[in-house]
């Protein structure tokens, strides 16, 4: 049974508010030690030199050695490989999302309906390995169709040669992307073999282990 799913966006997004919600923590407890070494420097009792002059205030030295403490303290506490890992994140869901809207949204639609027909054509009894490589299948003979095909004849099956040069690229580089963005999601099949190790002719006390061997077939 074919069930579609829109997993891609729903798990880029967790794992880009994961990281993001790591990095924000960890910048406000270097800015909450900061504020609490700053505070104890200028509350502490007998730490403030007046100026002589009005509106001009002057840190001692035991105010300032904490100042730059806490200062230091802050650009210790700030995750920089993980800041640098962020922004690496960033510009890879950028590039995602980029290709993403490379391909119209009716375009999306023709492709999807074009499957469907292909997984209806299998029939009802069809396993997940038929409908899996019937949606190969597909996609291997749309390339190639495209392939010989001149731009002219594309046209008149009303794709433009801008959308014949992106689909394409989606079909050969992009393929997981586009199920994705249709929501076609097709179940591995898992096979169950049980092995009785029972011999012949045995009293019914004698014990059984039963083991269940699962294997995934992509």
Known sequence: MVRGLRLGGRAAAAARWCTCRRVAVALCVGNLVAALLVARA?????????????????YSREQMRWVEESIRIRRAAEPVEL????????????????RRR?????????VSLEILQRLHDLGENANTTEQREAVEAWRVGKLKYM?????????????????????????EFNWQMLLEDIGL??????????????PENEPE??????????????
């Open 185 to 198: 999601w097709i179940p591995p099949t898992i096979y169950h073999i049980e092995h009785d190790d029972k």
């Open 42 to 58: 200028l509350y502490a009792p007998g730490s403030f030199a007046f100026a002589p002059r009005r509106g001009e205030l002057r």
């Open 102 to 110: 490379e391909l119209p949204l009716e375009l999306k639609q023709k």
């Open 205 to 218: 006390g004698y014990c059984v282990y039963t083991v269940h061997v699962a294997s995934i077939v992509d």
């Open 83 to 98: 800041i640098e890992a962020v922004k690496k994140l960033r510009k890879a869901f950028a590039r995602e999302e980029k």
């Open 147 to 171: 392939r010989s095909t001149s731009t002219k004849n594309l046209s008149n099956v009303s794709l433009s040669s801008e959308e014949s040069r992106r689909l394409k690229r989606a079909l």
